[in-house]
């Protein structure tokens, strides 16, 4: 389970897997792209955007990683107007950006999986459609959540001044423990001048986590059909 990784001023190398761009129809679609690399990059260059915890003792030892080491997870991919679906297979599930799609996670086909419902910002028209889509096939023991409720707008610009007008636009992104449990991932990439990166990856630095209750079928499914 990655969660404790990702405590505030933890930094990491990662390019995004790209969205799964395709048809803007609504249908359910294996979700086909891979993770890639999430490095442990030490802790972020300004002191008041970290967790004062790693601030007194030695970081790995608290977050359990050493410098340069990759966190293990599967990618769920962000279709654009379609819902990418995840069969469970026993590791936990990143997903993004979220700026306010659904996450659900419920039996389909007789697998358990985990779902981005892929609605799009200012598209009424498409998103009506993914939504009565997925709500045609909505598993009977689905839960979920919306990871981009889980912060307002102060949170996140308090974590942009901590880094002193370094960091560059927020994302959000959603973790689906192999448990089950759901947790919202605020991520800011780092742009201070002079920092140079060989291998072409992105610096990130964590903004904070939280473990977001699960939403009920009931009140999924009022959304969905909204």
């Not at 990784?5 to 086909?32: E, M, Q």
């Not at 442990?40 to 790693?54: E, I, K, Q, S």
């Not at 370094?166 to 201070?192: C, E, K, N």
Request: aromatic content about 8%; proline content about 7%.
């Amino acid at each position: 389970m990655i969660e404790g990784y990702f405590r505030a001023g933890v930094r990491f190398l990662w390019n995004k897997p790209n969205d799964a761009i395709g048809a803007t129809n609504g249908d359910i679609v294996a979700s086909v792209g891979a993770a890639t690399p999430l490095t442990y990059d030490g802790l972020d260059g300004h002191r008041p955007a970290v967790d004062p915890m790693l601030l007194m003792v030695q970081a790995g030892h608290v977050i359990g990683l050493a410098k340069g080491a990759n966190v293990a997870h599967t990618w769920l991919d962000y279709a654009p107007g379609r819902t990418a679906r995840l069969p469970v297979g026993g590791g936990d599930i990143l997903s993004g950006y979220m700026s306010g799609c659904m996450i659900a996670r419920g039996t389909h086909n007789g697998a358990m999986s985990v779902f981005h419902v892929g609605t799009i910002d200012n598209n009424p028209g498409v998103n009506k459609i993914v939504r009565h889509s997925f709500a045609r096939s909505f598993p009977a023991n689905a839960t979920g959540f919306f990871p981009n409720a889980a912060w307002g707008p102060g949170e996140i610009a308090t974590m942009q001044a901590r880094l002193g007008g370094a960091g560059g636009a927020p994302s959000i992104f959603a973790l689906v423990t192999a448990a089950g449990a759901f947790h919202s991932i605020l991520m800011i990439p780092v742009q201070d001048p002079g920092w140079t990166n060989p291998a072409g990856r992105k610096y990130w630095c964590v903004g904070g986590i939280k473990a977001v209750p699960a939403v009920s079928r009931v009140k999924l499914m009022a959304s969905l059909m909204a």
